[in-house]
C-alpha cells in the first residue's frame, strides 16, 4: 500500500509507508513552502501521534517556522487556532477514520482552510525535488498552548442563536471512539444543559470499534440511547470533524442528515446560501427551499467546500459524511458546531430527532467504485454529459447529472484510479434504474 498524498495531506501505514523521516520530510516541505512563519501544531489521540507530531515539529523548527504545539485537539480546534491566533498555517497529525495502523498529516493554511489543489500540488512537489529551507541559527524555542480547545468550546457557545433551556437535563451519550472529541466535547454538551453520558471517552486512541461513524460501527451507541432513555445520540471519528445521529429511539438516521438538521437551524436565524459538494444529498435541497436560499455546488473534497463557502458568502456548508462547516467558528468541518446546532434545533422546535427527520424527505443512496483507468473516466463522463444533455447537467467534478427523479454523479477519486458512481432517489429501485442509464450511456 502505497504513501497516500492527497490535497489535504498525506497519509500512511506506520512504519511501513509513514515513518518520521517523511513526516519531518513533508513538514520541512510545508515550511518551505511558508518560507517559514508562525505554525500551529496538533494531534488526534492514536498513539503514534506524538511520535509523528515530534518529527513534523523538528522538520518545521529546521525551516525557521515559530511553532506552537496545541497537544491533542481536535482538527477543527486547529482551524479555529489559526485564525484566533493570526497563524500563518497549521499542521495536524491524523488519519481521520482510516484503521489503526495508519496516521497521516494535515496542512491548513493561514485562513484555516485545507489547502487548495494547488497549493496542495506545490506541497507535494518540494517533497518530491527534497530541495528545503532551512534555518542555521535563529531557532524559536517549541511553545505549547493547551487552552485551545477550551477556547473552541468558547466560540460554539458565543455564537447560539436560540435559547436553550429546554435542553437542561435532556440525556445525550456521545461515543468519542477514543480519538480527539474526548477532551472538550462533553464540556460543550454540558454547558448547553445536557445531561451528558460519554461512551469510548478517554483518548488513548485504542478505537474500541471500526472508527468510522457508519450504522455498522455504532451499533454500542444505539443501545446506550435505548437503555439509557437519551434524547439523542452523537458519535464522532477519531479526529472530530465528522458527527453521525442517533434518534431518541435508537436508530442510526444517516450522516446526510447531520448537514441538513445543522442547516435547518442556521437558516431558520439567518438564510443565505449553503455550500455541499456534488455528492451529498438532496436533503439540503429540501431544506433550502423552505427558507428560499440557494445550495451552491462544489467539487468533492472539504477544500472545495469551504472554498465555495468563502466564495459564496454561505451561512453553512458540509458534506453528506456528517461533516459541518460553520464560518463562524472555522473553515474546517467541525463536529462541535453540527452538535451545537443540531440541540438548538431540537430546543427552538421541541420536537424530538425522528419527528424532525420525519419531515424531510427519505431518499436511498446507491454508491458503487471500482477499477478503471483516468482516461477512461474522462471519456465516459463527457459520453454521460452528452448523453443526458437534455436533464440538468454539472461538469465541475466528473459529472452529475440531475433527473426530475434522482441524480446520479459520476467521478474520478482524487486520490486512486478508481471510477465512483453516486446515486439518490426516493427507492431503491429508481436509483439502480438511474444508475443503469447512466453506466450504459458511460459504456461502464
Ligand atoms: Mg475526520
Same mark, same amino acid.
Given at each position: 500500500m502505497a504513501l497516500m498524498v492527497g490535497i489535504s495531506g498525506i497519509r500512511g501505514i506506520i512504519g511501513e509507508t509513514l515513518t518520521p523521516r517523511v513526516v519531518t520530510e513533508f513538514a520541512q516541505a510545508y515550511g518551505t513552502f511558508l518560507n517559514g512563519g508562525r505554525v500551529v501544531l496538533g494531534r488526534a489521540t492514536r498513539p503514534s501521534g506524538e511520535m509523528f507530531a515530534s518529527a513534523a515539529a523538528a522538520g518545521l523548527l529546521a525551516t525557521g517556522c515559530e511553532v506552537t504545539h496545541l497537544g491533542v485537539v481536535m482538527t477543527p480546534t486547529i482551524g479555529r487556532a489559526i485564525t484566533d491566533g493570526r497563524y500563518d498555517g497549521g499542521v495536524m497529525i491524523t488519519a481521520s477514520h482510516n484503521p489503526s495502523r495508519w496516521n497521516g498529516l494535515k496542512f491548513l493554511s493561514d485562513? #484555516? @482552510?485545507?489547502?487548495n489543489p494547488e497549493r496542495a500540488r506545490k506541497i507535494a512537489a518540494i517533497y518530491d525535488q527534497g530541495q528545503f529551507r532551512f534555518e542555521k541559527e535563529a531557532f524559536a524555542p517549541l511553545a505549547h498552548d493547551d487552552e485551545a480547545g477550551e477556547r473552541h468550546v468558547e466560540a460554539v457557545l458565543a455564537v447560539l442563536e436560540v435559547p436553550v433551556e429546554p435542553l437542561k437535563g435532556l440525556r445525550v451519550v456521545l461515543d468519542?471512539? =477514543?480519538?480527539?472529541?474526548? @477532551?472538550?466535547s462533553p464540556g460543550l454538551l454540558t454547558a448547553l444543559g445536557c445531561d451528558v453520558i460519554h461512551l469510548n471517552g478517554e483518548p488513548t486512541g485504542q478505537f474500541p470499534h471500526m472508527p468510522e461513524p457508519t450504522a455498522e460501527n455504532l451499533a454500542q451507541l444505539c443501545e446506550a440511547v435505548r437503555e439509557t432513555g437519551a434524547g439523542v445520540g452523537f458519535a464522532q471519528d477519531p479526529d472530530a470533524d465528522r458527527l453521525a445521529i442517533v434518534d !431518541?429511539?435508537?436508530?442510526?438516521? #444517516? !450522516? !446526510?442528515y447531520t448537514l441538513a438538521l445543522a442547516a435547518q437551524l442556521a437558516l431558520s436565524r439567518r438564510p443565505g446560501p449553503v455550500a455541499a459538494n @456534488?455528492?451529498? &444529498?438532496r436533503l439540503v435541497d429540501a431544506v433550502a427551499e423552505r427558507f428560499g436560499v440557494k445550495v451552491v455546488r462544489t467539487q468533492v473534497g472539504e477544500a472545495n467546500v469551504a472554498q465555495g463557502v468563502v466564495d459564496n458568502g454561505c451561512v453553512i456548508g458540509g458534506e453528506g459524511n456528517g461533516g459541518v462547516i460553520d464560518p463562524r467558528i472555522t473553515m474546517v468541518r467541525d463536529s462541535l458546531s453540527a452538535m451545537s446546532l443540531v440541540l438548538q434545533l431540537m430546543a427552538s422546535s421541541g420536537k424530538r430527532i425522528s419527528e424532525l427527520v420525519a419531515e424531510l424527505p427519505r431518499y436511498v443512496m446507491i454508491k458503487q467504485k471500482f477499477e478503471c483507468p483516468r482516461e477512461r473516466i474522462e471519456v465516459a463522463t463527457t459520453a454521460v454529459a452528452e448523453a443526458f444533455s437534455d436533464e440538468k447537467v =454539472?461538469? &465541475?467534478?466528473g459529472t452529475r447529472v440531475d433527473f426530475e427523479q434522482g441524480w446520479v454523479h459520476v467521478r474520478a477519486s482524487n486520490t486512486e484510479p478508481i471510477v465512483r458512481i453516486i446515486a439518490e432517489a426516493e427507492d431503491e429501485a429508481t436509483a439502480s434504474t438511474l444508475v443503469e442509464r447512466v453506466r450504459a450511456a458511460a459504456n461502464l
Open positions: 485562513r #484555516g @482552510l485545507a489547502p468519542s471512539v =477514543n480519538g480527539a472529541g474526548c @477532551l472538550d !431518541e429511539r435508537g436508530d442510526y438516521i #444517516g !450522516e !446526510e @456534488l455528492s451529498t &444529498s =454539472n461538469r &465541475s467534478d
